[in-house]
C-alpha cells in the first residue's frame, strides 16, 4: 500500500511506469535472459484479474518483446496464502516444479547477470542465494550482514537504527534450489506457520535458513530500484530516463545524443508523434533533459517538458510546465497548469487557465481519473481515485480519500 493511491483501484504491478505496467521491466529483463516459464503469485481479486487480464498465458507479451520461443505464464490456483514465501510454497508445490526457481518483486526494477548469478549460486553449492544492493537508509529494507565469502551470517527485516551494522540489503531476488520446495514444506515451517500465521521470505524463512545453518548466499546488484513509494517511482523514472536501465523503446531518438523519445507505431499516432518533432524544431515546445512521450500524445505550443515522462493518448494545454513528473496515460491538462515532481493518474482531468492556473508540486500524487478545477494548488497531497477536487482549493500534505475529506478540507 506504499504506492497509495496509485495502487488504490489497480494491483501494484501493473500501475503504470514509463508506459506500460511496471512489471515488464523485470519480466522482459528475465525472459531476455532465456527465462520461459513465470508464476504469478496473485493474492486477492484485484491482484489475480489485473494480472490475468493483461498477461494471461504469455503470447501478447512474447510477441511484443520478440521471444522466441514464447514465454508461459502460470497464475496462482484459488488458495490463499500467508505471505510470499507461502505464495511459492503453494504454487511449486501446485504446479510440481522440480527445478531452480527464482523469486522476483513485483516492484523492483534491476539489471541482472543471469548466467553469472546461477554460476556464483552452484560454484558455492548456495541453498539460497540472495541478490543484495548497498544503500543508505538501509533499516527501511531487510538487511544483511556477510562473511568475506558473501555467506549471509545474519538477516534481519526492517531493523532499527541501533540494531543496523550493514548497508546491505535484501533486493527482494531470490534462486532457491530445488532442496528449498521440500523445506518450505516441512513440520518445522508448517508448526512455525500455524503460530505466526505468516509465512514470508524476509521476516520468516530467510531468519530461519541462516539461523538453522543452511548455505545462504548474497549476490551484489549494481542496478537496483524499489519503486514502492512516490519518491522512488519518480527517482526511478528520472535515472532510467537518463539511462541507467534499457527503456526498450523501438524509435529512434528526436535529438542527437540525448534521450527524448516520442513514440508511434500506426499512422495515426506517427502523424502527433511528427507533430511534436515539429513543434520542437520550431521552438514552440521545449523538451529538456530527457523525456518519454507516448503515443497519439497531443503538446500544446510553449509548453515545457523537462525530465518527465508523458503516457499514451494524453492531451497537453498551451504553456504549461511539467518537471520531473509523470503523467500516465489519457490524461488532460489545460493550459497554463504546472507540475513538478509528482504524478498523475490514468484518465485524470486537470483544469487550469490564464487567469487560474493549476499547481501540483511536491510528491503529490493524483489517483486515477481525478478531475481538479481551475486554480487548485495541491503540495505533497495525495487524491485517492475519481474524486472531484473543487475550484481554487490549496491542500498542503493531505490525503484526500473520499468526498467527506474534500467537503470538509474546503468548508
Given at each position: 500500500?506504499?504506492?497509495?493511491?496509485?495502487?488504490?483501484?489497480?494491483?501494484?504491478?501493473?500501475?503504470?511506469?514509463?508506459?506500460?505496467?511496471?512489471?515488464?521491466?523485470?519480466?522482459?529483463?528475465?525472459?531476455?535472459?532465456?527465462?520461459?516459464?513465470?508464476?504469478?503469485?496473485?493474492?486477492?481479486?484485484?491482484?489475480?484479474?489485473?494480472?490475468?487480464?493483461?498477461?494471461?498465458?504469455?503470447?501478447?507479451?512474447?510477441?511484443?518483446?520478440?521471444?522466441?520461443?514464447?514465454?508461459?505464464?502460470?497464475?496462482?490456483?484459488?488458495?490463499?496464502?500467508?505471505?510470499?514465501?507461502?505464495?511459492?510454497?503453494?504454487?511449486?508445490?501446485?504446479?510440481?516444479?522440480?527445478?531452480?526457481?527464482?523469486?522476483?518483486?513485483?516492484?523492483?526494477?534491476?539489471?541482472?547477470?543471469?548466467?553469472?548469478?546461477?554460476?556464483?549460486?552452484?560454484?558455492?553449492?548456495?541453498l539460497v542465494t540472495i541478490a543484495?544492493?548497498?544503500?543508505?537508509?538501509?533499516?527501511?529494507?531487510?538487511?544483511?550482514?556477510?562473511?568475506?565469502?558473501?555467506?549471509?551470517?545474519?538477516?534481519?527485516?526492517?531493523?532499527?537504527?541501533?540494531?543496523?551494522?550493514?548497508?546491505?540489503?535484501?533486493?527482494?531476488?531470490?534462486?532457491l534450489s530445488p532442496e528449498?520446495?521440500?523445506?518450505?514444506?516441512?513440520?518445522?515451517?508448517?508448526?512455525?506457520?500455524?503460530?505466526?500465521?505468516?509465512?514470508?521470505?524476509?521476516?520468516?524463512?530467510?531468519?530461519?535458513?541462516?539461523?538453522?545453518?543452511?548455505?545462504?548466499?548474497?549476490?551484489?546488484?549494481?542496478?537496483?530500484?524499489?519503486?514502492?513509494?512516490?519518491?522512488?517511482?519518480?527517482?526511478?523514472?528520472?535515472?532510467?530516463?537518463?539511462?541507467?536501465?534499457?527503456?526498450?523503446?523501438?524509435?529512434?531518438?528526436?535529438?542527437?545524443?540525448?534521450?527524448?523519445?516520442?513514440?508511434?507505431?500506426?499512422?495515426?499516432?506517427?502523424?502527433?508523434?511528427?507533430?511534436?518533432?515539429?513543434?520542437?524544431?520550431?521552438?514552440?515546445?521545449?523538451?529538456?533533459?530527457?523525456?518519454?512521450?507516448?503515443?497519439?500524445?497531443?503538446?500544446?505550443?510553449?509548453?515545457?517538458?523537462?525530465?518527465?515522462?508523458?503516457?499514451?493518448?494524453?492531451?497537453?494545454?498551451?504553456?504549461?510546465?511539467?518537471?520531473?513528473?509523470?503523467?500516465?496515460?489519457?490524461?488532460?491538462?489545460?493550459?497554463?497548469?504546472?507540475?513538478?515532481?509528482?504524478?498523475?493518474?490514468?484518465?485524470?482531468?486537470?483544469?487550469?487557465?490564464?487567469?487560474?492556473?493549476?499547481?501540483?508540486?511536491?510528491?503529490?500524487?493524483?489517483?486515477?481519473?481525478?478531475?481538479?478545477?481551475?486554480?487548485?494548488?495541491?503540495?505533497?497531497?495525495?487524491?485517492?481515485?475519481?474524486?472531484?477536487?473543487?475550484?481554487?482549493?490549496?491542500?498542503?500534505?493531505?490525503?484526500?480519500?473520499?468526498?467527506?475529506?474534500?467537503?470538509?478540507?474546503?468548508?
Open positions: 500500500m506504499r504506492l497509495r493511491p496509485l495502487s488504490e483501484d489497480v494491483a501494484k504491478p501493473v500501475v503504470r511506469f514509463l508506459n506500460r505496467p511496471l512489471i515488464e521491466f523485470s519480466m522482459a529483463t528475465l525472459a531476455e535472459q532465456g527465462i520461459r516459464d513465470f508464476i504469478f503469485g496473485e493474492k486477492g481479486f484485484t491482484n489475480y484479474t489485473n494480472i490475468f487480464d493483461q498477461y494471461g498465458e504469455g503470447v501478447g507479451f512474447s510477441a511484443k518483446y520478440g521471444i522466441h520461443p514464447r514465454v508461459h505464464i502460470k497464475h496462482q490456483t484459488d488458495l490463499d496464502d500467508l505471505g510470499n514465501a507461502d505464495s511459492y510454497r503453494l504454487n511449486i508445490e501446485y504446479y510440481d516444479v522440480k527445478d531452480p526457481v527464482i523469486v522476483v518483486q513485483s516492484d523492483n526494477l534491476f539489471n541482472i547477470d543471469l548466467e553469472d548469478f546461477v554460476k556464483k549460486h552452484e560454484e558455492k553449492k548456495a543484495l544492493v548497498k544503500v543508505d537508509n538501509p533499516e527501511a529494507y531487510g538487511v544483511v550482514e556477510t562473511d568475506d565469502n558473501l555467506r549471509v551470517k545474519k538477516f534481519v527485516e526492517k531493523p532499527s537504527i541501533k540494531e543496523n551494522r550493514s548497508n546491505l540489503i535484501n533486493a527482494g531476488i531470490y534462486l528449498v520446495r521440500t523445506i518450505a514444506s516441512s513440520d518445522r515451517i508448517r508448526k512455525m506457520v500455524e503460530e505466526k500465521k505468516r509465512f514470508d521470505f524476509g521476516y520468516d524463512f530467510i531468519p530461519f535458513l541462516v539461523e538453522n545453518d543452511f548455505p545462504v548466499y548474497g549476490y551484489k546488484l549494481d542496478v537496483w530500484y524499489d519503486v514502492g513509494t512516490p519518491e522512488n517511482y519518480l527517482k526511478a523514472m528520472v535515472d532510467v530516463l537518463h539511462g541507467k536501465l534499457d527503456i526498450r523503446v523501438t524509435e529512434e531518438r528526436i535529438l542527437p545524443n540525448k534521450n527524448v523519445w516520442v513514440q508511434g507505431y500506426s499512422d495515426e499516432s506517427q502523424i502527433r508523434r511528427q507533430q511534436i518533432i515539429a513543434k520542437h524544431k520550431e521552438g514552440k515546445i521545449s523538451i529538456e533533459g530527457a523525456a518519454l512521450i507516448g503515443r497519439h500524445t497531443t503538446i500544446g505550443d510553449y509548453t515545457r517538458i523537462s525530465d518527465s515522462n508523458i503516457d499514451n493518448y494524453s492531451i497537453i494545454g498551451q504553456n504549461v510546465t511539467i518537471e520531473r513528473s509523470a503523467i500516465m496515460d489519457a490524461v488532460k491538462i489545460g493550459d497554463h497548469a504546472k507540475i513538478s515532481d509528482s504524478i498523475v493518474g490514468r484518465k485524470t482531468i486537470i483544469d487550469s487557465c490564464l487567469e487560474k492556473p493549476t499547481v501540483i508540486e511536491s510528491t503529490s500524487v493524483i489517483g486515477n481519473a481525478v478531475r481538479i478545477k481551475e486554480g487548485c494548488k495541491l503540495t505533497g497531497t495525495k487524491v485517492c481515485p475519481d474524486l472531484v477536487i473543487p475550484p481554487d482549493s490549496v491542500y498542503v500534505d493531505k490525503f484526500l480519500q473520499d468526498y467527506s475529506d474534500v467537503v470538509q478540507l474546503v468548508s
